[in-house]
């Protein structure tokens, strides 16, 4: 049995599929968060279940690549139940699409979820009524206190069990005579995709792209349909059928609906009017910005020189046991410097930062950062909803290159994959604490992550001169409302994305810092060094860290970790200058992705567009580590 949840972007399908699946999806109060499908097994009352939690969709009408993920999933002919959940304090405008599922003819449930919301507004829901009318059963939800997830479930069980499908409610009947006419004519057709006559007609009274193209050597026969409908109501085809199913939802939303009282206002109803301002709002994202700089590197450097003195330690005593020159003593130290690296210089970073995240994603101000960014996106020749895979980078690159798919012109989604690359990740904001934050002062890391703004915006210019979009393009971002999202929740979000690193990228440093030990055990890392040697000798580097360059391009935290092992001490400052710092957290800022981006590149923009990022951004790396080197060296230190 195949579970489907579908609906609009931010209407609760991610925490949905969390509670049923323990936490294996990242969720947020941040519209276009899900950009592709998450899948788990679970067990309701004796019946094995596939759920697939879906992107969110505003129309089963092809759009970006997100939105074609889930409409591609339903038109698979591989569901058996989908659970439409919609946002119950918006009903109007969910019910559309709802309308488009219910004509696909699969068994469906319909979960009314954020029912508290609803409440907060005054709307007060029939669902038997509700139920009545779309001939499914409709369930009430609050998704992130799990209240109404079993009925919801059982629901699922129900109707596929009796095979229940729901009602196609009929438009007005001049565009039903057309349908009723057309239904005839798409019988007739061969396409690949097995879906409903009815649903078919519509999709080709909308102009899909996707259906046209299955029927383009009949198309003569449907065209004059199409131009009955434009001729009766004045408008292209397209739009008559979207207005129809509008008016459906609106008045199916009055039948169902009472409006107990005005939404009760509370401290969300004017926060906006300061965090939105044209001047505040700048104001308060600098200093929601700058606090969350400070609440990072407070905690992060508060533990880090402490459990490094723990570590030598520990090494200073296996030097003395097995020998300084012992292969025993090479390994064993590259292991246990592996490990430190994690505990001592990763985790103080990454968790406060991920935790730090997970509260502002959740609260809702993001969204904000995407409207009040909206100008400086412009001036570069993007928009305000490219700040989205820009956020998403500071946690990971990796989904950062995938959230490009919300984005609606090739030419954007091929520049914002490679700006989101420049972006520092959760493993290069490590680098950055740990190093210049931690070795010179918070203040020289925070030029960097401002200079980082700097490039990135400098380069989409210089992209977006390269590659135009095709006109001009306003930001359409839904706003949604302020959550205060429960501390577990928080908890379980920040846990998923440390489990990443401890799972993959811990062990990774540990086999790559005791490779590097052997390495140096034997000699071979002399000849990687000298290899890089000229690149290291342009920039003004030990010719030592040549090797970690390398070992950076698997995970970003080996640059570090094996920083300290290849110097021979953790005590980075007696072996390199505050200049030489800055310029390899620099170049490793900006060069070259590590493998699992340069995957999600190919994967996204193709092998061409993968090569170019790597050659853009190891270029950038260069040049700014070569000025840097200049610059601090004449004029600084």
């Given at each position: 049995m195949r579970i489907a949840l579908g609906g609009q972007p931010n209407c609760g399908k991610s925490t949905i599929f969390n509670h049923i699946a323990g936490y294996q999806a990242i969720t947020s109060n941040f519209p276009g968060t899900t950009v592709k499908y998450t899948e788990t097994n679970i067990h309701i009352n004796g019946h094995t279940c596939h759920c697939i939690d879906l992107p969110g969709t505003y129309s089963l009408t092809s759009g970006d690549p997100a939105e074609s993920e889930a409409r591609n999933h339903l038109l698979s002919g591989e569901v058996d139940v989908i659970i439409n959940v919609i946002d119950a304090s918006l009903l109007g405008r969910s019910l559309e699409l709802t309308l488009q599922l219910l004509e696909l003819e699969v068994p469906m449930v319909l979960c009314l979820n954020m029912m508290d919301e609803a409440r907060r507004k005054g709307i007060q829901i029939n669902e038997k009524k509700l139920s009545e009318i779309l001939g499914i059963p409709v369930i009430p939800t609050i998704a992130k206190t799990g209240k109404g997830l079993k009925e919801l479930f059982n629901g699922a069980i129900e109707v596929f069990e009796k095979k229940r499908v729901g009602k196609n409610l009929k438009f007005s009947k001049d565009i039903e005579d057309i349908i009723d006419q057309l239904v005839v004519i798409s019988d007739q057709q061969k396409i690949r995709e097995k879906v409903p006559s009815r649903f078919l007609v519509l999709r080709?009274?909308?102009n899909d792209p996707i259906f046209i193209k299955e029927v383009r050597n009949s198309f003569d026969q449907i065209r004059p349909f199409q131009e009955k409908l434009e001729q009766a109501h004045g408008v292209p085809s397209?739009?008559?059928?979207?207005?129809?199913?509008?008016?459906?939802?609106?008045?199916?939303?009055?039948?169902?609906?009472?409006?107990l009282h005005p939404p009760k206002r509370d401290i969300r109803s004017n926060v906006d009017q300061i965090v939105m301002h044209k001047f505040f709002g700048y104001v308060i994202l600098a200093l929601v910005f700058y606090g969350f700089f400070n609440f990072i590197f407070g905690?992060?450097?508060y533990i880090e020189k402490?459990?490094?003195?723990?570590?030598?330690?520990?090494i200073e005593g296996l030097e003395i046991f097995w020998g300084k020159g012992s292969l025993s003593f090479f390994l064993l130290k590259g292991v246990?410097?592996?490990?430190?690296?994690?505990?001592?210089?990763?985790?103080?970073?990454?968790?406060?930062?991920?935790?730090?995240?997970s509260i502002l994603e959740d609260i809702g101000y993001l969204p904000r950062v995407a409207f009040l960014m909206d100008i400086f996106m412009h001036r570069i020749g993007l928009h305000g909803k490219s700040v989205i895979p820009f956020i998403l980078g500071y946690g990971c690159s990796v989904p950062a290159v995938m959230a490009t798919r919300i984005l609606e012109f090739p030419q954007h989604?091929?520049?914002?994959?490679?700006?989101?690359?420049?972006?520092?990740?959760?493993?290069?904001?490590?680098?950055?604490f740990g190093l210049v934050a931690f070795f010179i002062n918070p203040n020289a890391a925070l030029t960097i992550f401002a200079l980082n703004l700097l490039v990135v915006a400098i380069s989409g210019k210089i992209l977006s001169s390269l590659y135009p979009e095709p006109g001009s393009l306003g930001l359409i971002l839904e706003i949604p409302v302020y959550q205060f999202p429960p501390f577990q929740n928080i908890l379980k979000k920040s846990w998923y994305r440390i489990r990443e690193f401890i799972v993959i990228a811990w062990p990774l440093l540990i086999i790559g810092s005791a490779l590097l030990a052997l390495m140096e055990y034997g000699g071979v890392?002399?000849?990687?060094?000298?290899?890089?040697?000229?690149?290291?000798?342009?920039?003004?580097?030990?010719?030592?860290?040549?090797?970690?360059?390398?070992?950076?391009?698997?995970?970003?935290?080996?640059?570090?970790?094996?920083?300290?092992?290849?110097?021979?001490?953790?005590?980075?400052?007696?072996?390199?200058?505050?200049?030489?710092?800055?310029?390899?957290?620099?170049?490793?800022t900006f060069y070259i992705p590590c493998l699992a981006t340069i995957a999600a590149l190919w994967k996204e923009i193709g092998k061409k567009g993968a090569f170019l990022a790597i050659l853009f951004t190891l270029s950038v790396a260069i040049l700014l580590a070569f000025i840097t080197r200049l610059f601090l060296g004449v004029f600084i230190w």
């Open positions: 080709l009274l909308e397209d739009q008559v059928i979207s207005s129809e199913r509008h008016a459906l939802s609106m008045n199916l939303f009055e039948q169902v609906t009472t409006i905690i992060g450097g402490p459990l490094m003195e723990f570590f030598e330690r520990w246990l410097q592996g490990i430190a690296g994690g505990i001592a210089i990763v985790l103080p970073y990454l968790v406060p930062f991920l935790i730090g995240l989604r091929f520049i914002v994959s490679i700006l989101s690359t420049m972006i520092p990740c959760s493993a290069r904001i490590t680098i950055i890392e002399k000849n990687i060094n000298w290899f890089l040697s000229p690149l290291t000798r342009i920039l003004g580097l030990p010719v030592s860290v040549g090797t970690t360059l390398i070992f950076g391009l698997l995970r970003k935290e080996l640059s570090m970790i094996m920083l300290t092992q290849a110097l021979g001490t953790t005590q980075v400052l007696t072996v390199m200058t505050k200049t030489q710092i800055m310029v390899f957290t620099i170049f490793v």
